[in-house]
């Protein structure tokens, strides 16, 4: 038998396989079409790599796969082409079990997965896939956070992976976000429409200006509280830039605006509010505050010299222009190694 005739015969079996599962599906769609779907769409990937591609007949995988997309497309419709094929092959490979795969099912669309199955790093695709999960982020949404690297810019991103491991495991267990999957570096302000010169009442004026776009930057849980929050602390008066609230995180977060580089003294200052905060405005089931200093630059040898992150205070870069994404990917990386390689270091020591 020659090789067309093979593949001719492979291909049969194979449609006809395919065709029961897609007949079957269509039994239950209309009551959960997407849930359907998107198992369907697993179950012909997971049909495919099991007794084509990972079997003895490898060697007519593509050709098979090419040949199969061609029937279904006549029999069933455009949803059956080559490359949504290939997708559903990927969809197999990524995700394993299919007792996940129907669990996600109900909340995550097959346009979610398409988009998922693409990014190569695990634990990046966990992150998305959790936030996307639990945050509700439509498919529009998930691409933002991809196109403006959520993952990179979050402070999770440069600790320890099994740290990682942990805190996305309790977020898709227990429902339980970290402040380390919420609060990021830089944060991408592009949206405010400052120009090059301007003052800390510029910038303050343009995020209340907009807010929505500013909580959106922000993160999962953030509700507005005040601004220019008044302290009195003996005869004197202080004043909070911008104070937040995060219901997921249970805390209040005070946020400074700063438009020079990062100064030890904006430690001392900070620390002085949360703990005026931690006194006199958290309730009894709230964690304690939490500081946001944003800052045009910053000197990492100083801030981890000032241990910051055991003050609850975060130090974090804002960027009212997007750079190149080329650029900002390599400072972001060149962050993360930087942030990973000092953690390994101080373990060492």
Known sequence: MDSQAVVELLSSKLIS??????DEAKTGLAATVNSSLTLLYWRIGQRIQAEVLNGERAEYGEQIVITVAKRLEIEQGRGFSTKNLRHMLRFAEMFKDEAIVYALSRQLSWTHFRTLIY????LKREFYLEMCRSEGWSTRILQGRLDSMLFERT??????DELLITELAALRDKGALSHNLVLKDPYLLDFLGLRDRYLEKDLEDAILRELENFLLELGAGF??????????????????????????LKRL?????KLGEFKAADKGQMEL????????EREQDELPPLGIIL???????QIELLELDQSGIHVAEYL?????????????????????????NRNDN
Do not use: M
């Open 295 to 301: 800052c045009t630059g910053k000197n990492h040898e």
């Open 119 to 122: 990014i190569e790093d695990p």
């Open 223 to 248: 509700s507005f509280v005040a601004r220019q929050k008044r302290l009195q602390i003996d005869n004197n008066d202080f004043y909070i830039d911008l104070l937040f609230y995060n219901r997921r």
């Open 17 to 22: 396989d395919i065709s029961q599962l897609i």
């Open 273 to 280: 509010y949360l703990r005026w905060l931690a006194k006199h």
């Open 155 to 160: 402070a999770l991103s440069r600790k320890p």
């Open 253 to 257: 977060v005070a946020i400074e605006l």
């Open 320 to 344: 009212t222009g997007l750079p190149y994404r080329q650029l900002l990917e390599q400072k972001l990386h060149e962050a993360v190694s930087l942030s990973k390689a000092r953690l390994e």
